[in-house]
């Protein structure tokens, strides 16, 4: 009997609070999950066998791929850049500082942050959503039942790819930025092409140049990871595959716009002594 | 009844040139799979709750059960896809808990493994495919080339080599599956669910296939699947290779082939024996899952 009436006896409804920790306990997870990702990631990338052939594969997809975006988003972007400042320069007569602004703002936050959030848009989605497709028709299964460690054949070329594709957009969304900025000054503030490019050269020490080029490579890792992460994680068949693309993008937008404040603030450091 | 469609089989497939080689006979008495009351648990809750089993060599064992009863968790565990919470799994006598998973990596090239849905490489060719795990493991390029076109020959799909598995039907693409997993001739092949959603002629062939491996390879096999007439036609019949056909295994031809049934129920083995005990049995419960088996 008392069994019987004990099964009778509904269970318990979770509390408020035991929500609340279960989801802390589940991003906290998340966290241990994903450290433990980039830390393979990074073992795999540094130790043979490295998969040289898919690795440039990748490369083509992420840097080749993500050219044109780039390219284009980047010309508009400098254009629009002398479009706003040059009606505060005009105010106080300073126009020939439009090119020290261009390429100052470009070359240090504009380039690697905007090029981090577009090829965060483009690949990270594709990452998640090519790697969530192959965990929910058993590919990654099959991969490791015949032997091999989807962490070498499927993460380390994505990350390694990406981490060396990023720092390349940048330098060219910068240089196009800039082109696209002095075709502005020069057809509607008058500015000459000598002035404009040596304003914006002088502009820059090498400081700026560093801290413009390295966050590249900070952001390549995140997109990668984030992208990975998110596709080798999913549950719940193809409605998963959509929700982990859409979080693969999210994940990785905040978190370069995030690091970026921290990275901001160690190379202004290390440049100036003082990160203000 | 249940091997009429194993009677009315289709036209016999091409050997492979291993066929030729007689089965070698059994010189170990040492199980090739063995799970030592093996646990497996997931946040939902514990689905396996201590299995025992044993595999022989050239032994097939058959999984069957309702839909959840952990049949493909079993054949996960056995290729050390998933390990065990508690328990021991030994395969070819390697405790497969206590290996890293790159030990595992290298342990699983032992093993062929046919997932239920193919689970082919989709971007990929079918020769591709079939050929990753040996260009995986550096084997000359034109020796790839000629496995990959034996086991293709093999499977009677040869004329596929250049497609990519979506131009397949379900059929077809299970076939490649089972030419990939036989490409590095493993001792020991896991098929899940592989006649699954599929036609009954093409579950024929699929099972002719099987039958084939074991009886002229001396594959050591497990097979999970919830049709009934699949796990008996491998029972009752074997494949002839000198007549390169199905016939009854008779006692003419050296009795029975070993074939094993388990029936999953709740994480447990609910029964272990050979087809007849399983066929004649009393139990309530197994009378009517063969009866809802059937039907």
């Known amino acids: 009997m008392a069994s019987t009436d004990r099964d009778l006896i509904p269970a318990p409804e979770p509390s408020a609070l035991s929500f609340v920790v279960e989801g802390i306990k589940d991003r906290l997870l998340a966290v241990q999950d994903y450290t433990l990702l980039c830390c393979r990631a990074l073992a795999c990338a540094f130790t043979p066998p490295i998969y040289v052939p898919d690795t440039l594969e990748q490369s083509d997809i992420i840097g080749v791929g993500s050219l044109p975006i780039v390219l284009l988003t980047g010309f508009f972007i400098g254009m629009v850049m002398v479009v706003q400042t040059a009606a ?76 060396l594709m990023m720092p390349l957009l940048v330098a060219m969304f910068d240089l196009v930025g800039l082109i696209g900025g002095f075709l502005i000054s020069y057809f509607t503030l008058r500015i000459g092409a000598v002035e404009f490019w040596t304003r914006a050269f002088n502009a820059l020490q090498l400081s700026d140049v560093a801290q413009g080029m390295a966050k590249p490579f900070f952001f390549g890792f995140v997109v990668a990871t984030v992208g990975c992460y998110q596709g080798l994680t999913v549950r719940g068949g193809t409605q998963g595959v959509g929700r982990a693309t859409t979080q693969a993008v999210v994940v990785a937008s905040v978190l370069i716009l995030v690091s970026d404040f921290f990275l901001t603030k160690v190379a202004l450091f290390l440049a100036g002594g003082k990160a203000f | 009844m249940l091997g009429a469609s194993i009677r009315n089989q289709p036209p016999p497939t091409p050997p492979l040139p291993g066929d030729r080689r007689p089965p070698e006979p059994v010189v170990t008495a040492e199980p090739v799979i ?105 084997v000359d390029p034109d020796e790839t080339e000629a496995r990959v076109r034996e086991v293709l020959r093999f499977v009677e799909l040869e004329d596929t080599i250049d497609k990519l598995p979506s131009e397949l039907s379900g059929g077809m693409r299970r076939r490649v599956s089972i030419a990939r997993a036989l490409a590095s001739r493993p001792p020991i092949m896991l098929y899940d669910s592989p006649t699954a959603g599929l036609d009954p002629v093409t579950s024929q062939t699929i099972i002719t296939l099987i039958l084939r491996l074991r009886d002229t390879q001396g594959v050591t096999s497990m097979l999970a699947t919830h049709r009934l007439q699949d796990a008996f036609g491998l029972a009752n019949y074997r494949f002839d290779g000198p007549r390169n056909r199905v016939v009854p295994a008779d006692a003419t031809h050296g009795g029975q082939p070993a074939t094993e049934f388990l029936v999953l129920r709740d994480g447990l083995i609910y029964f272990q024996g050979q087809p007849e005990q399983l066929r004649n049995s009393r139990d309530d419960y197994l009378k009517s899952f063969l009866v809802e088996a059937r039907e």
């Open chain 1, 88 to 163: 505060q320069f005009v105010r106080f007569g300073e126009t020939s500082l439009t090119g020290d602004v261009v390429s100052l703002a470009l070359v240090r936050e504009l380039g690697p942050a905007i090029t981090g959030l577009l090829v965060a848009g483009r690949n990270a989605s594709g990452m998640a959503s090519e790697l969530g497709s192959m965990v929910v028709t058993e590919q990654v299964d099959a991969m490791r039942a015949m032997g091999t460690d989807p962490m070498r054949k499927l993460v380390a070329p994505r990350v390694t790819a990406t981490v």
């Open chain 2, 34 to 138: 063995s799970f030592e009351d093996v646990h497996l648990e997931f946040d939902e809750g514990e689905i396996l709750r201590g299995i025992n089993l044993q595999v022989m060599p050239r032994e097939t064992k058959v999984l069957v059960g309702e839909t959840r009863t952990g049949k493909t968790l079993i054949l996960k565990l056995a290729a050390g896809l998933l390990k065990p919470s508690a328990g021991h799994v030994r395969v070819l006598g390697s405790d497969l808990g206590s290996m890293s998973e790159l030990e595992l990596l290298a342990f699983r090239r032992e093993i062929g493994f046919v997932f239920q849905e193919g689970a082919l490489f989709d971007s990929q060719t079918v020769g591709d495919n079939v050929a990753y795990r040996l260009m995986e493991e550096g």
